[in-house]
């Protein structure tokens, strides 16, 4: 097994290396190896991410990634999106937990607003909407492969702003075929009204799918049910690749001063190990992240006073005695 390990830029170093340790426990022979992308690197070398480095994720079974900083400049294009791009991880997966609900948005993750098609004049700048029948229907049916492995009761709700755009037009009627060819119920929500609703009535959602950008300000917007966006995972999934990261960017505001929150680094870690096939090494990770913050020891973003290790610290030495007393034996990939 072959993890790579990109800590990136920011709160990116202090966040992986705690997750890559949760890691650690459960696959202890695997074998691990960073590759360094980012905005820290591109300064330090005029490249952000070289095509050996692509090589090296491309040559990896699962990326474990913190986060890049994007300066807002009109010559530099985000790493993630170059490598959400290169490696066609087109399933943006983003878990939403609280008590009373348990969402899953989907999110388109190739296209859209993200084209990369675009052009900037003095007087003008463009972005291209790209949506295609081929990107709407395979994510429509991720979308669909989870929500009947869920189980769930609550329709699949396809967001989209088809009233204003015709891209969505396509995106929601794809969605919508696909839904019915394969037998899941569904109903449509424009996007504005719907991350609304999902911030007041969380517990109504199931999987909600939707467009590039939509999906990433939705699941911004849901870090208001979880404690914030410290708490949110996430996992890009392709067909041949996988890159697992926190909701969060690099945080530059708290970079260095390590009282970061680990947790949605931890929960993407176990997202990996779900990935995997180790659904039970994945819940003893979620319990224990529940049962140490339970306890108050948590980074200040949740009201408490610990700092990034010592957060991660009560949740590895959680995990450590649970192998130990469950005698779960760790995995030899
Ligand atoms: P951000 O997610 O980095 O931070 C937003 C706010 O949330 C900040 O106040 C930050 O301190 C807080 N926050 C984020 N993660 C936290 C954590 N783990 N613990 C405690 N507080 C946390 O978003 P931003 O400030 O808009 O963007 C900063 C940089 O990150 C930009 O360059 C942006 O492009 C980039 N970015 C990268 C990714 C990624 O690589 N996946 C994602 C989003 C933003
Ligand atoms: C995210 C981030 C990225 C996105 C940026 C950094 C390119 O905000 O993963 O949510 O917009 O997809
Ligand atoms: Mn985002």
Redesign the pocket.
């Known amino acids: 097994m072959k993890i790579a390990v990109c800590e990136g830029d920011g709160i990116g170093h202090e966040v992986i290396p705690e997750a890559a340790k949760v890691l650690e426990l459960f696959l202890p022979d695997a074998d691990y190896f960073d590759v360094s992308l980012g905005y820290d690197k591109w300064k330090d070398t005029g490249c952000s991410c070289s095509d050996e480095d692509i090589g090296l994720l491309k040559s990896s079974d699962a990326i474990l990634f913190g986060a890049?900083t994007?300066p807002p400049n009109q010559n530099y294009r985000?790493v993630?999106?170059t490598v959400r791009h290169e490696l066609d991880l087109y399933a943006?997966l983003r878990p939403v937990i609280g008590d009373s609900f348990d969402i899953m948005i989907v999110r388109e993750n190739t296209e859209g607003l993200?084209s990369g098609i675009e052009e900037a004049v003095a007087e003008r700048a463009t972005t291209l909407r790209v949506i295609t029948r081929n990107g709407s229907e395979r994510i429509a049916k991720a979308a669909c492969t989870i929500f009947a492995e869920r189980g769930d009761k609550k329709p699949l709700v396809i967001g989209n702003k088809a009233n204003v755009l015709k891209s969505d037009v396509l995106f929601r009627d794809t969605c919508i075929n696909v839904a019915e060819s394969l037998s899941v119920p569904y109903r449509t929500a424009y996007i504005d009204a719907l991350t609304l609703d999902v911030l007041m009535h969380p517990e109504n959602y199931g999987v909600i799918v939707t467009t590039?950008?939509f999906g990433?300000i939705l699941?911004?917007a849901c870090g208001y049910l979880t404690g914030g966006l410290g708490m949110l995972p996430?996992a890009n999934i392709g067909e041949k690749y996988a890159l697992f990261?926190p909701?969060h960017?690099s945080a530059p505001d708290i970079a260095g001063k390590g009282v970061a929150n680990p947790v949605a680094t931890i929960r993407s870690a176990a997202m990996m190990l779900e990935h995997f096939g180790m659904k039970k090494e994945a819940l003893i990770t979620e319990k224990c992240i529940k049962k140490v913050i339970i306890s108050g020891v948590c980074t200040p973003d949740l009201g408490g006073n610990a700092n990034t290790r010592q957060f991660a610290d009560k949740i590895y030495e959680c995990i450590k005695e649970k192998i130990s007393s469950d005698s779960i034996k760790p995995y030899n990939r």
Do not use: C, F, I
């Open positions: 890049v994007t985000s993630l999106l943006n993200y590039n950008m990433d699941s911004d996430s990261e909701v960017g």
